[in-house]
């Protein structure tokens, strides 16, 4: 079936320093990627559409000049955490639409620390 | 709008124990239902669906049917395995557009 893949899966970078999260589709095209954080034991927060060739929508709350998103190719989408603080470690999922329902594939996330 | 309240977790149940994860959903219309599995240090996968009312969808032994009167679609398994403990997720297709909404999710304890 499709495959999205993240990367990296881990990461840990110093307060101040940006970080960027990749999610390719391996074998589809996706025009739409969604972007998740997951704290720990809760659910998956839904931070951002990220649209190929378009400007990201972000949900309400979610710092845009913070969580850089850019869609460039119709199989690439990342998200960059600029100027990192502690308070952002989390863990990062990105996902794309397997079709035109709403049955999506699901990059194998991203722990990020910020220390 | 959709919504989805999930049973609470954690669940401790030892091997070969007979499963229920609880779902309801409130929804305009009908929309679509998912569980999703998340194994320890995972992402997400995609475990079973039901596009429609009285659909059962089924993978690895779990099942869940599409109760529209009820308006649930409870995760069930016969016998879990230790190799199941992971953390479910019950979503529902929101309506506005084909984006998911997100139960809290079960994390699932399956002891040997």
């Known amino acids: 079936g499709a495959v999205v893949s993240q990367h990296p899966s881990r990461v840990i970078c110093k307060s101040g320093t940006s970080v960027k999260i990749e999610c390719r589709s391996l074998d589809f095209q996706a025009t739409t990627m969604f972007w998740y954080r997951q704290f720990p034991k809760q659910s998956l927060m839904l931070m951002a559409t990220s649209n190929e060739g378009s400007k990201a929508t972000y949900e309400q709350g979610v710092e845009k000049d913070k969580f850089l998103i850019n869609h460039a190719s119709l199989t690439l989408s990342t998200l960059t955490v600029t100027s990192a603080h502690p308070e952002d470690s989390s863990f990062y999922i990105c996902?794309?639409?397997?079709?035109?329902?709403?049955?999506?594939?699901f990059g194998q996330g991203t722990r990020l620390t910020v220390v | 709008g959709n919504s989805v309240t999930q049973m609470e977790g954690p669940v401790t149940l030892s091997e070969e124990a007979f499963l229920t994860i609880n779902c309801t959903y409130t929804a305009t219309g009908y929309p679509s239902l998912f569980w999703y599995v998340q194994y320890p240090g995972e992402g997400l996968q995609l475990l079973l669906k039901a596009t429609k009312a009285d659909d059962k969808g089924s993978n690895k032994g779990f099942e869940a049917t599409y109760r529209k009167e009820t308006t649930s679609f409870h995760l069930e398994k016969g016998s879990v395995q230790v190799s199941d403990s992971a953390v479910y997720f019950c979503?529902?297709?929101?309506?506005?557009?084909?984006?998911?909404?997100w139960g809290a999710g079960t994390k699932l304890i399956i002891k040997p």
């Open positions: 979503a529902p297709h929101k309506d506005s557009n084909y984006q998911l909404i």
């Open positions: 996902s794309a639409p397997a079709g035109t329902g709403p049955e999506a594939f």
